[in-house]
């Protein structure tokens, strides 16, 4: 599964920001940096917890955005590991991928998760900003990997559901980037939902959803918009 994955995030990335992406610049010249794509997305992660001590205080974790988020931060920990094998020539996608399986929380977040507590939000929080500080500080790929397994299993994310979720978010990227999602052009609300959810619903209704299929579904859906 990490192998699948990290193979199809290579590719993601050489279509949507060009060959020779790892060196920082897409193909329009625009600067990429991994690092701060993965502690806005913490940012965002943090935000689905009803962490605001003036609004909002009894309303639960929104745990289905909470698993959105922390896929998302995914494609963000393998681009940047991919990045930092390419440019210190350190191997292959089969040598990042036994590095990741030698982090300390790896073979924990191989196991079955358990349901996440709505009383643990605030331990929750302190880990996402735990994973924030250590991208900030410009620690290691394998660190930040780690940190993102710790967090995971505290949200009650585990291997199998985020493989799931990340080859379902992996063909709605592409799906976004046909149509229109560079150019400003792409609707990411569907009728009063997010496609992120409309992704996630197609899912849970029918596991078996083959990449072609799911993508079909994602396009019969958009062209229905109103």
Not at 24 to 50: P, Q, T, V
Not at 191 to 214: F, I, R, W
Request: aromatic residues 14%.
């Amino acid at each position: 599964m990490l192998i699948e994955m990290f193979t199809l995030q290579q590719k993601l990335n050489d279509e949507t920001n060009g060959i020779d992406w790892e060196k920082g610049y897409n193909k329009h010249d625009r600067i990429i940096n991994w690092r701060r794509c993965i502690y806005m997305e913490c940012a965002e992660l943090i935000d689905s917890f009803n962490w605001k001590h003036w609004k909002d205080i009894n309303i639960a974790p929104d745990w289905d955005n909470i698993t959105i988020e922390l896929v998302d931060i995914w494609h963000f920990i393998m681009s940047l590991g991919l990045e930092f094998y390419k440019n210190n020539h350190l191997g292959s996608i089969d040598d990042i991928v036994d590095y990741v399986i030698d982090t300390k929380y790896f073979d924990e977040f191989c196991t079955d998760s358990i349901q996440p507590d709505s009383d643990d939000a605030l331990s929750i929080i302190n880990s996402i900003e735990h994973m924030m500080k250590d991208t900030l500080m410009q620690e290691n790929f394998y660190k930040i990997t780690d940190d993102f397994f710790a967090t995971s299993i505290e949200c009650g994310l585990d291997l199998d559901t985020l493989y799931k979720y990340y080859l379902g978010k992996n063909i709605l990227n592409g799906f976004r980037q046909d149509h229109g999602y560079k150019e400003g052009t792409y609707k990411k609300m569907w009728n009063g939902q997010e496609d992120n959810d409309v992704m996630m619903k197609l899912l849970e209704q029918d596991p078996s959803l083959t990449a072609h299929t799911l993508y079909e579904k994602l396009k019969e859906s958009y062209a229905a918009l109103s």
